[in-house]
């Protein structure tokens, strides 16, 4: 496995947010975590990322336990994350934005290449890259976003909630990123979403939590045709 996080509590001050949850996901998966709005599904992703404090538990990543790094060391192992709700700089321009991602490994990587690949990706960010990001509509921030964290290719990429405020239309088309970016570069990919049917209908396996429990698990197919779990979380 890539990522093992084992055991993970995480609690704000009186608040037991996310209470022993276990999360695995293998190179190349695409894995989710759904349910409901205040679930702990943020907080999980922060925890593996380290960007919380009070948590209890086992993250270890790609063999090695990780606890104990703080968020910028496991940056540098490979780890990144796109927050939700995009996070962009928004003083920034789209290239400044970029080239946070690369912040104290840029001379570990060929920059212009990967800049081209991600315009590739990305063409709107090309022609948008000397706009300050807060000009920017929803959705392209969304890609600088993504992109921000590509940057540095990382082995792992942390989403959350990436259909957050976006209109049907671009979920459609940042679904099919992400899908690409799993599917035909071997991205391995752990998503969390409330958008439960988007995120099933790409992923491999996930994982369905609950006031901070997992309470499901297993194959994204199989748990798509789960009469219980459609009845009580999908509609």
């Known amino acids: 496995m890539l990522l093992e996080v084992s055991n993970l ?3 704000y001050g009186d608040i037991e947010a996310v ?10 998966e695409l894995v989710s975590i759904i349910g409901a709005n205040g679930a702990g599904k943020t907080s999980i992703l922060n925890g593996i990322m380290g960007l919380v404090s009070g948590t209890r538990g ?3 990543f790609d063999g090695t336990d990780i606890s104990h790094l703080a968020a910028f060391e496991r940056a540098r192992k490979g780890m990144r994350i796109v927050p939700e709700r995009a996070r962009v700089f928004p003083r920034l321009t789209v290239f400044e934005n970029l080239m946070t991602g690369v912040y104290g ?3 570990k990587l060929d920059v212009s290449k990967r800049l081209s ?5 990305f063409p709107i960010l090309k022609e948008r890259s000397s706009q300050a990001a807060a000009t920017l509509s929803g959705g392209e921030q969304q890609q600088v976003a993504i992109a921000r964290a590509l940057i540095s290719k990382p082995a ?6 990436v259909s957050m405020g976006l209109m049907p239309k671009l979920v459609d088309q940042v679904f099919e990123v992400l899908l690409h970016l799993n599917r035909d570069q071997g991205l391995t990919i752990l998503l969390v979403e ?5 995120s099933l209908a790409v992923s491999h396996r996930a994982y369905v939590l609950e006031t901070g429990t997992c309470v499901f698990s297993g194959k994204a197919e199989a ?3 789960d009469p219980n779990l459609k009845a009580a979380y999908l509609g």
Do not use: W
Request: no cysteine.
């Open 194 to 198: 409330q958008n439960a049917m988007a």
């Open 117 to 121: 690949e991600l315009y590739d990706l």
């Open 9 to 11: 509590s995480i609690r």
């Open 223 to 225: 748990l798509m045709q």
């Open 105 to 107: 490994i840029r001379s």
């Open 19 to 28: 209470r022993q949850v276990d999360v695995s996901v293998d190179h190349g």
């Open 58 to 60: 086992t993250v270890r």
């Open 156 to 161: 792992l990429l942390l989403v959350d909630e």
